[in-house]
Nanobody, 124 residues
Framework: EVQLVESGGGLVQAGGSLRLSCAASGFTFDDYVIGWFRQAPGKEREGVSCISNNDGSTYYTNSVEGRFTISSDNAKNTVYLQMNSLKPEDTAVYYC?????????????????WGKGTLVTVSS
Protein backbone atom coordinates (compact mmCIF):
# COMPACT_ATOMS: atom_id res chain seq x y z
CA GLU A 1 0.00 0.00 0.00
CA VAL A 2 1.40 3.37 -1.03
CA GLN A 3 1.56 5.84 1.84
CA LEU A 4 2.83 9.40 2.03
CA VAL A 5 2.97 11.15 5.38
CA GLU A 6 3.80 14.82 5.71
CA SER A 7 5.12 16.50 8.83
CA GLY A 8 6.78 19.73 9.86
CA GLY A 9 4.08 22.30 9.30
CA GLY A 10 3.26 24.97 11.83
CA LEU A 11 2.99 28.65 12.59
CA VAL A 12 5.94 30.89 11.79
CA GLN A 13 6.51 34.60 11.45
CA ALA A 14 7.28 36.17 8.10
CA GLY A 15 10.95 35.76 7.30
CA GLY A 16 11.18 32.53 9.26
CA SER A 17 11.87 28.98 8.17
CA LEU A 18 10.26 25.56 8.29
CA ARG A 19 11.29 22.17 7.00
CA LEU A 20 8.61 19.82 5.76
CA SER A 21 9.16 16.08 5.53
CA CYS A 22 7.39 13.50 3.39
CA ALA A 23 7.90 9.90 4.43
CA ALA A 24 7.03 7.49 1.63
CA SER A 25 6.39 3.76 1.62
CA GLY A 26 4.81 1.04 -0.48
CA PHE A 27 6.61 1.64 -3.78
CA THR A 28 10.11 1.69 -5.26
CA PHE A 29 11.16 5.14 -4.14
CA ASP A 30 14.01 5.55 -6.64
CA ASP A 31 11.73 5.12 -9.65
CA TYR A 32 9.39 8.06 -9.13
CA VAL A 33 9.18 11.76 -8.46
CA ILE A 34 7.87 13.21 -5.24
CA GLY A 35 6.23 16.58 -5.51
CA TRP A 36 5.15 19.23 -3.04
CA PHE A 37 1.91 21.05 -3.72
CA ARG A 38 -0.01 23.62 -1.73
CA GLN A 39 -3.56 24.83 -1.52
CA ALA A 40 -4.59 28.07 0.09
CA PRO A 41 -8.22 28.75 1.05
CA GLY A 42 -10.27 29.54 -2.03
CA LYS A 43 -7.44 28.78 -4.42
CA GLU A 44 -6.53 25.90 -6.66
CA ARG A 45 -3.84 23.42 -5.70
CA GLU A 46 -0.51 24.49 -7.18
CA GLY A 47 2.78 22.76 -7.71
CA VAL A 48 5.55 24.10 -5.47
CA SER A 49 8.48 21.81 -6.12
CA CYS A 50 9.36 18.29 -7.10
CA ILE A 51 12.36 16.01 -7.24
CA SER A 52 13.09 13.00 -9.36
CA ASN A 53 14.48 10.27 -7.14
CA ASN A 54 15.81 8.68 -10.31
CA ASP A 55 18.20 11.40 -11.48
CA GLY A 56 17.90 14.11 -8.82
CA SER A 57 16.42 16.71 -11.16
CA THR A 58 14.28 19.32 -9.47
CA TYR A 59 11.55 21.80 -10.26
CA TYR A 60 10.44 24.95 -8.43
CA THR A 61 7.58 27.24 -9.14
CA ASN A 62 8.70 30.83 -9.74
CA SER A 63 7.29 32.20 -6.49
CA VAL A 64 9.49 29.96 -4.31
CA GLU A 65 12.66 29.84 -6.44
CA GLY A 66 15.64 30.83 -4.29
CA ARG A 67 13.71 30.47 -1.03
CA PHE A 68 12.72 26.79 -0.97
CA THR A 69 14.99 23.80 -1.43
CA ILE A 70 13.82 20.25 -2.08
CA SER A 71 15.99 17.29 -1.23
CA SER A 72 15.67 13.56 -0.96
CA ASP A 73 17.15 10.92 1.32
CA ASN A 74 16.73 7.74 -0.69
CA ALA A 75 17.97 5.60 2.21
CA LYS A 76 15.09 6.86 4.34
CA ASN A 77 12.52 7.14 1.52
CA THR A 78 11.94 10.70 2.64
CA VAL A 79 11.74 13.99 0.76
CA TYR A 80 12.28 17.32 2.48
CA LEU A 81 11.21 20.84 1.61
CA GLN A 82 13.30 23.49 3.33
CA MET A 83 11.37 26.73 3.28
CA ASN A 84 13.24 29.93 4.09
CA SER A 85 12.25 33.60 4.00
CA LEU A 86 8.63 32.62 4.37
CA LYS A 87 5.95 35.09 3.37
CA PRO A 88 2.30 35.35 4.41
CA GLU A 89 1.34 34.31 0.88
CA ASP A 90 3.05 30.96 1.50
CA THR A 91 0.27 30.13 3.95
CA ALA A 92 -1.46 26.96 2.75
CA VAL A 93 -1.92 23.27 3.33
CA TYR A 94 1.13 21.58 1.86
CA TYR A 95 0.78 18.12 0.33
CA CYS A 96 3.35 15.70 -0.93
CA UNK A 97 2.46 13.38 -3.76
CA UNK A 98 3.95 10.57 -5.79
CA UNK A 99 4.34 11.03 -9.52
CA UNK A 100 3.23 8.55 -12.15
CA UNK A 101 6.77 8.42 -13.55
CA UNK A 102 10.30 9.69 -12.91
CA UNK A 103 9.91 13.15 -14.48
CA UNK A 104 9.02 16.39 -12.70
CA UNK A 105 5.99 17.99 -14.33
CA UNK A 106 4.72 20.22 -11.51
CA UNK A 107 1.19 19.29 -12.49
CA UNK A 108 -1.20 17.75 -9.93
CA UNK A 109 -2.71 15.64 -12.73
CA UNK A 110 0.56 13.72 -13.06
CA UNK A 111 0.50 12.56 -9.43
CA UNK A 112 -1.29 9.38 -8.39
CA UNK A 113 -0.98 9.21 -4.60
CA TRP A 114 -1.28 12.01 -2.07
CA GLY A 115 -0.60 12.58 1.58
CA LYS A 116 -3.16 14.19 3.88
CA GLY A 117 -1.29 17.48 4.07
CA THR A 118 0.31 19.66 6.70
CA LEU A 119 -0.72 23.23 7.45
CA VAL A 120 1.80 26.06 7.13
CA THR A 121 0.75 29.42 8.49
CA VAL A 122 2.97 32.46 8.05
CA SER A 123 2.02 35.48 10.11
CA SER A 124 2.89 39.03 9.08
Amino acid sequence: EVQLVESGGGLVQAGGSLRLSCAASGFTFDDYVIGWFRQAPGKEREGVSCISNNDGSTYYTNSVEGRFTISSDNAKNTVYLQMNSLKPEDTAVYYCAKGVDSMCHGDPRTMDYWGKGTLVTVSS
